[in-house]
């Protein structure tokens, strides 16, 4: 398959390129960037041409795919062309600013046949593997509680682009960037929510959050709490569960749990599954196959992500509780 890249916009463009390149089943085949001094650069980095027009990289039937790493509010536009354009498609989190564009976005990939995968990287970790296993066999009951901390320095340590605090750009600051790893993995473990409250404060005064936290309510009663932030230094990546009969607590690549069977103490889970592959890599394989099925995280799952983003930042605009 020949894969276009969209956008070198984002901070994973090199980590999504370079996994392309390195896929023997997989060709990049060129490059597009809106900035015409950065796209020429990142393409000479990855040898490969820099196209200016983009409407030629639609038209080119030898171009079956596309990995999509521009800007997001650029995202409406180029997914939909993309999806016209009978290109599949990987494209990096969020999917969209309003629940209407993602709509949009989904009923064209939908109707154009195209195989899509959203990048959400935790689904593939060992820990949140087995932690998922755990739930889904019953040991740990029905679960109440769960709390998802992802956070880095960014900001303090001042290695994110300027542009990521560009709020027309990137429709927010530190939870629909980063936080979106905490909010696909509540979803991913607890469904869809019935509301949201949310804190956001700026630290380092930037014009956007980059100190955050939203508390979902679901069906069952459960509470999640999706933490994230820009300025947080050598804080581990936390998830800790609770349920009628047990309970779990990832910190990094350690998984502890407690349930009947250990007699309710916390003990290290030790047979921790291989990690799984990652969605770049499963989704060339998808397309190579032509097997939708084996394409991780699809479009409903960008829906989802983009409808939680949506209603956390309502709530953080309001102060009011948003019900979905």
């Known amino acids: 398959m020949k894969v276009a890249v969209i956008g070198g916009w984002h901070v994973h463009i090199r980590e999504y390129a370079g996994a392309i390149q390195k896929n023997p089943q997989a060709e990049l085949a060129c490059l597009w960037d809106d ?8 393409a000479q980095e990855f040898s490969v041409p820099f196209e200016p027009d983009l409407q030629k990289i639609w038209d080119d039937k030898s ?17 939909i062309a993309a999806a016209k354009a009978k290109k599949n498609i990987f494209t ?4 969209a600013f309003t629940n209407e564009d ?10 154009n046949d195209v195989i899509f995968t959203i990048s959400y990287p935790h689904k593939t970790w060992p820990t949140l593997q087995a932690a998922k296993a755990l739930v889904e066999s019953g040991k740990l009951g029905e679960i ?23 709020e027309k750009q990137t429709g927010g600051g530190a939870m629909i960037d980063l936080g979106a790893h905490p909010m696909y993995t509540l979803h991913w473990f607890l469904g869809e929510p019935k509301s949201i409250v949310s804190q956001f404060t700026q630290v380092t005064n930037r014009g956007v959050e980059d100190n955050a936290v939203s508390v979902l309510e679901f069906a069952n009663g459960a509470i999640g709490v999706s933490e994230t932030g820009f300025v947080t230094v050598g804080m581990p990546y936390v998830l800790e569960m609770s349920g009628t009969k047990g309970s779990l607590m990832v910190h990094n690549d350690i998984l502890e749990y407690s349930c009947e069977e250990t007699e309710g103490k916390l003990v290290k889970k030790a047979d921790l599954p291989p990690a799984m592959t990652m969605p770049i890599d499963a989704w060339i394989s998808a397309v190579v196959n032509h097997r939708k099925d084996l394409a991780p995280n699809p479009i409903e799952d960008a829906v989802a992500l983009t409808k939680l983003m949506v209603g956390a930042y309502q709530a953080a605009r309001t102060g009011k509780k948003v019900f979905f």
């Not at 015409?36 to 990142?42: I, M, N, W, Y």
């Not at 990096?92 to 999917?95: I, N, Q, S």
């Open 92 to 95: 990096e989190k969020v999917l």
């Open 63 to 79: 171009i079956d795919s596309v990995q999509i790493t521009s800007a997001t509010y650029q995202h409406h536009d180029i997914l």
């Open 102 to 111: 993602a709509q949009e976005i989904a009923d064209a990939v939908k109707e």
């Open 144 to 166: 109440t509680y769960a709390r998802v901390r992802d956070a880095h320095n960014g900001s303090t340590g001042d290695w994110l682009p300027a542009y990521f605090y560009d």
């Open 35 to 42: 900035d015409p001094e950065r796209g020429k650069a990142l």
